[in-house]
């Protein structure tokens, strides 16, 4: 099994910005890929970003352009840099992790969340 730790979230003022950590623990060479997910209060779950166990990474249409997925291999962290941040990125932001059982099976593991506060 794989174990996720989010950190970096705070407190920032329209405009900032912020780097948040995903820290992956376990069976970590079974990961696939690791995807950075938002939820607001009130709103659904919604994915922010993604980024592949190729290094290949993908960001959402609303927040391109201003968050920015990577990975730092050696201490198993994928990061979400987040520039020129807005009062409406407000959210719980989570990571998730999916990858594969030697068996062939699935599996996904969600981390903690962390929460990310924009002011105006």
């Known amino acids: 099994q794989v174990q996720l730790v989010e950190s970096g979230g705070g407190l920032v003022q329209a405009g900032g910005s912020l780097r948040l950590s995903c820290a992956a623990s376990?069976?970590?060479?079974?990961?696939?890929?690791i995807g950075w997910y938002r939820q607001a209060p009130g709103k659904g779950r919604e994915l922010v970003a993604t980024i592949n166990s190729g290094g290949s990474t993908n960001v959402v249409d609303i927040v391109k352009g201003r968050f920015t997925a990577s990975r730092d291999n050696a201490k198993n962290t994928v990061y979400l840099q987040m520039n020129s941040l807005k009062p409406e990125d407000t959210a719980v932001y989570y990571c998730k992790a999916e990858g594969a059982y030697s068996s062939g099976s699935l599996y996904s593991s969600w981390g903690q969340g962390t929460q990310v506060t924009v002011s105006s």
């Open positions: 376990g069976n970590t060479f079974r990961i696939n890929a």
